[in-house]
Structure formats: C-alpha cells, structure tokens
C-alpha cells in the first residue's frame, strides 16, 4: 500500500489545508476501496482494518493531528475525516459479514452428513388387485353410509345355511359344494354368513357390505377357484324397495366403472331373497350392440341380489311386518377380471409376483 506524506496534509498553512485534506481523503478512500476488492479472506481484512483504524492507522493519524489545528479547522476535517471513518467502517464490517456468510456456505457444502441410506434396490410390494378393488367398494359404500363388517372363514351350519332360509334337506344346498369339517363346522362358501352376523350385532335400521374369501370344492379352470372373493350387501329398514336397490347398485357400478351405466334385472332364484334378481349391465364394451365379451347379447350378468327373504329377517331377529331390506353379492374376482381384462382365475392365487406387479 502507497503511504500518504501526511505531513504534507496536514501543513501549516490554513489556506491550502481544507483543501489538502479533502483531496488526500479522497485518495485514501479511492484507495482502500481497490485494496478492499482484493482481500481474499479475513486475515487481509484484518490487516486493512488495521491499517486505516488500528492504533497507528491512517485515519487514527489524521484525526489526532486534529489537535493541532484551530478551531476552525478542526471544526471542517473533523467532519470529513468522521465520514470517511463511518465509510470505511461499513464497508468493513459488510465485508466482514460477507466472509462469515461465505464460510457458513462453504461448511455447509462441504460439512454436510447423508443421514438417508439409499434403500432403492429393496423391492417395494403392492396390494392384491383383489384387495385394491375391494378396498375401492368399501370406500364407496363407506362413503354412503355403509359399515364394513368382517366375519369368520370357519362357520357354523346354521348361519352359513339354516338362517338363510337354506334347510338340511333344501335343494338349493347342492348349488354350493361344501367342505366340512370334521367337528361339523364348515368353511363358508359365500359371504351371506355377514349378513347374518350383521343382524346378530345390529338393531335396523342398519347398511352394511362384508367382502371376504370364501370356499367352494369346485373343479378348478378358468373361471372357477377353491378358495374366491364375494362382497356382501345389505340394507334393512322400514320400507325398502326394489328401487332402492337399483339406486344402490347404479351408484356402485358406475363408481367402479367411472360412468354412468345401464342395469336390467332379471329374475334369479336364491332361498334367501324374494324376489331374487340377476343385475345385468349394458355392456362396458359394445355399448350393447353385441360382442364376444356380451356374447352378441348386449348384457353382461353381474350380481345376484334381492329383496330380503321375510325367514331370513325372522331368523335375524327382525320383524319382517315393521321392516324390509335388499341384499346382494358381488363376485370380486369377475369383476377384477372384467375390468382389467384378465382371462384366468387362477392368477388371482399363483403367488407369481409378475402377475400382481402388473397392479402397481
Ligand atoms: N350368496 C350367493 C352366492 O354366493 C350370492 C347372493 C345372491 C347374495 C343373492 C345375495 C343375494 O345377497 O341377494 O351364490
């Protein structure tokens, strides 16, 4: 750094010295402005602080040489030598600031500790396309009120027949190959069995849907499993309608087929309801013109369901005078598979993973 003569600012002739003054800070200023650009870390910015403010600093200097001046004088330098202080005294600590900012950037890029572990090559799974679409009805019949109830896979004769209107002796028993167990009890072979314990449990008016697996000693092929999937509904309170049940399985349809679709019943016989339907739909993919998945009818058979057998709400501890109900039962995987365009039943429990991947 180029010393100033100080001796000659601060020279006795009071003519020239205002003006000597003036220009000399000026230069000072100037100068520690181009010596400031080019400090590169605190330690230079020490020193220069120390340079212009420390002890023997050059504006230290000036200002005691202050003393020598008259009044006058002083009065004038004092005040510009002041600012200049002031100035360098900002610019410094803006500086300062700007160092301890850029240190605090500099740690933390290099400081910085990756508390995450890269867990990228663990497989990450996916519900059953089963679960996906049962958990997608029950949010729409939660959603209209609807309580899901849940039920044992092992059941007695008596709710998974007697209290459905289903007799020992009754014809419509052959319909559903049993297995039974060696204590009597029997694994249910469909989930009416809710319907049943949801009577049991609840006093109407009441709305309720159970899914569940459930378990027939079918000839497995293409579309017959052991082990399948249904979604039972009910509804009991005081005059319930057939149109009620339209209404329910419209909203039902078109919530899981995302549009509005066309239903027909036609008459169907289950012991447990009277009158029993068969719900058909316009079909999804012809519009109803016909095609291979309509075969050429136009309709595709969808669910059983029917107004509440009067036995079945006797049976339920229900007055069949005072209350009516609907019910119906929806086969899972036929719909999984119609919706997704799956051609065979038995990938449902292959366990091949390739297979339930493709439900993401
Ligand atoms: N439980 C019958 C079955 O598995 C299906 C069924 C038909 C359920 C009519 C119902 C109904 O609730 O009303 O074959």
Redesign the pocket.
């Known amino acids: 750094m180029e010393s100033v003569d100080f001796a000659e600012v601060l020279s006795p002739d009071p003519a020239h010295f205002e003006h000597a003054v003036k220009e000399d800070l000026s230069t000072i200023q100037a100068e520690f402005a181009a010596l400031l650009r080019n400090v590169s870390d605190e330690k230079e910015l020490a020193t220069l602080k120390v340079h212009l403010l420390g002890k023997k600093g050059r504006i230290t200097g000036l200002l005691k040489e202050l003393g020598q001046l008259s009044p006058d004088e002083r009065q004038a330098c004092g005040k510009r030598i002041n600012e200049l202080k002031s100035y360098v005294e900002e610019a410094l600590g803006e500086a300062e600031a700007s160092f301890v900012d850029r240190q605090m950037r500099e740690r933390l890029e290099t400081e910085w500790v990756d508390v995450s572990l890269n867990l990228s090559r663990r497989p990450v799974g996916n519900l059953h396309p089963v679960s996906q679409v049962q958990y997608e009805i029950e949010d729409i019949f939660s959603a209209m009120g609807f309580e899901v109830l849940d039920g044992p896979h092992v059941e007695t004769d008596e709710v998974n027949f007697e209290a459905l209107n289903i007799p020992k002796e009754h014809p419509a028993r052959d319909m559903q190959d049993t297995f039974y167990l060696e204590d009597g009890n029997l694994l249910r072979?469909?989930?009416?069995t809710i319907?049943v314990r949801g009577m049991q449990r609840l006093k109407p008016p009441f709305k309720i849907i159970g899914p569940g697996k459930?378990f027939r000693s079918e000839r497995i092929d293409a579309s017959h499993e052991v082990t399948f999937h249904?979604l039972?509904g009910?509804m009991v309170n005081r005059d319930i309608k057939v149109a009620h049940l339209i209404h329910f399985m419209k909203v039902l349809l078109s919530s899981i087929f995302r549009r509005e679709v066309e239903v027909r019943l036609r008459p169907g016989y289950?012991p447990?309801?009277e009158p029993?339907f068969e719900l058909d739909i316009r079909c999804l993919l012809c519009s109803g013109k016909g095609c291979s998945v309509c075969k050429q009818v136009g309709w595709v058979e969808l669910l059983?369901?029917?107004m509440v057998h009067p036995n079945v709400l006797r049976a339920g501890n229900i007055d069949p005078d005072k209350y009516s109900g609907f019910?119906?039962?929806l086969g899972l995987d036929r719909l999984v598979m119609m919706r997704y365009g799956i051609d065979d039943i038995r990938h449902f429990h292959s366990a091949d993973l390739r297979f339930i991947r493709q439900f993401r």
């Open positions: 072979t469909h989930t009416s319907q459930v249904q039972e009910m289950f447990f309801v029993g059983p369901c029917g019910a119906f039962g």
